[in-house]
């Protein structure tokens, strides 16, 4: 089956530091691959994702690279700010195993911490 | 509309009443999916549908869950006699296939279940 591993933290930087947050995964088919974020109190919101090998995802300054050699899509960002702070959830959708729109597998999410 | 409604926002159930979540979906996804979220960060995949057909429910607890989407209502996902450990946030969420060939799923605010 399908399966996504991801540090758990929680992950306490400071302010400017740079972030990596690592992300494997299992599949049986070829996914697509996303991070999600959520605020305290609030739902998901994709963050960036990537449906191929060596597709690179970015948006707010985070950075993905679908890795298929080493089933890996860390999630980075250079310079972390207090807003940053949130809930991180690596995910996977096996599109055609099913032969459509798979539920995601989730991650069990890293908890980030920025200190100003 | 533009973004995933889910009503009601909190709910309080004795154990074993009924509990009755709804969910409307972007105008135009096809897809729709529930998830569990419990107290851990975990999210659970329970069920997906395409239009009103079941696509995916391999991770519904079929004795007491059920759920629908019925043409022109919103999704629901019923509970029947309640569990204290059914307690958690239900999210909602949509997707239809985008051009890059991937179903990327936008989440509802979410619905908390507290079984007391």
């Known amino acids: 089956g399908n399966s996504v591993t991801q540090m758990e933290g929680p992950v306490t930087l400071s302010e400017e530091a740079f972030l990596t947050i690592n992300c494997t995964y299992t599949a049986t088919g070829y996914p697509s691959l996303f991070w999600y974020v959520q605020y305290p109190g609030e739902g998901l919101q994709l963050l960036l994702k990537?449906?191929?090998?060596?597709d690179k995802g970015s948006n707010k300054g985070f950075e993905a690279t679908y890795r298929k050699e080493t089933t890996s899509f860390h999630l980075e960002k250079g310079s972390v700010q207090v807003s940053d702070s949130a809930v991180y959830f690596c995910a996977l959708s096996d599109l055609y195993s099913g032969g459509g729109a798979d539920g995601l597998t989730f991650g069990k999410g890293t908890h980030l911490i920025i200190q100003p | 509309g533009e973004e995933v409604a889910q009503t009601p926002k909190h709910l309080v159930r004795g154990e074993g009443q009924k509990a009755k979540l709804y969910c409307a979906p972007i105008?135009?996804?096809?897809?729709v999916f529930w998830y569990q979220q419990v107290l851990k960060n975990e999210f659970k995949f329970l069920i997906s549908?395409?239009?009103?057909?079941?696509?995916?429910e391999t991770g519904m607890p079929k004795e007491r869950f059920s759920a629908k989407c019925l043409p022109n209502s919103p999704c629901s996902l019923e509970i029947q006699a309640t569990k204290l450990e059914d307690s958690a946030v239900y999210f909602c969420a949509s997707s239809r296939l985008d051009s890059a060939d991937s179903y990327e799923q936008y989440f509802g605010p979410g619905t908390r279940l507290t079984v007391t």
């Open positions: 105008k135009g996804h096809s897809y």
């Open positions: 549908f395409q239009n009103e057909n079941v696509f995916d």
């Open positions: 990537a449906t191929k090998a060596d």
